[in-house]
C-alpha cells in the first residue's frame, strides 16, 4: 500500500506541471478568446436590437407619416367636395336667377301684348264705330234716296 501510495504521489507529483499548464491554458483562453468574442457579440446582439429598435420606430414614424397624409388626403378630398358642391350651389343660383330673369321678362312681354291687344282692340272699336257710323249713314241715305226719288216721281 505504501508502494501505491508513493506512486500515486510521484503522478500528483508528475501532473502539478500539467495542471499548471491546463490553469494557464484556461487563463490564455479566457483573455485571448473568450472575453474578445463574448464582448463582440455582445456588441453583435446590442447592435441587432438597436437595429431592431430602430425599425421598429421607423416602420413607427413611417405610419405617423401615413396616417398624417391619409388625414390630409381626406381634408383634401372634403375641401374638393365642398368646392364642388359650392360650384353647385352657385349654378343653381344663377340658373334661378337666369330663370326668374326669363320669367320677368316673360311676364312683361305678356303684359306688353295684352296692352298692344288692348289698344288694338280700343282701335279696332273705335274703327268699327267710325265704320258702323258711315254705313249706317250709307244706309239711311240709300234707303231715303229711293223714297224721296219715288216721292216726286210718284206723287205726279
Same mark, same amino acid.
Not at 1 to 8: A, P, S, V
Not at 22 to 31: H, P, S
Not at 34 to 43: D, G
Given at each position: ?8 504521489g ?27 468574442? @463574448? *464582448?463582440?457579440?455582445?456588441?453583435? *446582439?446590442?447592435?441587432?436590437?438597436? @437595429?431592431?429598435?430602430?425599425? *421598429? ?24 367636395? *365642398? ?16 330663370? @326668374?330673369?326669363?320669367r ?18 280700343? @282701335? ?33
Open positions: 500500500m505504501d508502494e501505491t501510495l508513493r506512486q500515486l510521484g503522478l500528483l507529483l508528475g501532473s502539478i506541471p500539467t495542471v499548471i499548464m491546463l490553469v494557464l491554458l484556461y487563463a490564455i483562453y479566457t483573455v485571448v478568446l473568450h472575453k474578445p468574442l @463574448a *464582448r463582440v457579440l455582445a456588441e453583435r *446582439r446590442a447592435k441587432t436590437e438597436g @437595429a431592431i429598435e430602430k425599425a *421598429r420606430a421607423d416602420v413607427a414614424a413611417a405610419e405617423a407619416r401615413t396616417a398624417e397624409y391619409e388625414q390630409r388626403l381626406r381634408e383634401a378630398r372634403i375641401a374638393v367636395f *365642398r368646392n364642388l358642391e359650392a360650384r353647385r350651389q352657385a349654378a343653381i343660383q344663377a340658373r334661378a336667377a337666369a330663370l @326668374a330673369t326669363a320677368s321678362r316673360s311676364h312683361q312681354q305678356v303684359e306688353e301684348a295684352r296692352a298692344a291687344i288692348e289698344q288694338d282692340k280700343i @282701335a279696332a272699336q273705335e274703327g268699327l264705330q267710325s265704320e258702323s257710323v258711315r254705313l249706317a249713314t250709307e244706309i239711311l241715305h240709300r234707303v231715303l234716296r229711293p223714297v224721296s226719288a219715288q216721292s216726286p216721281a210718284g206723287g205726279a
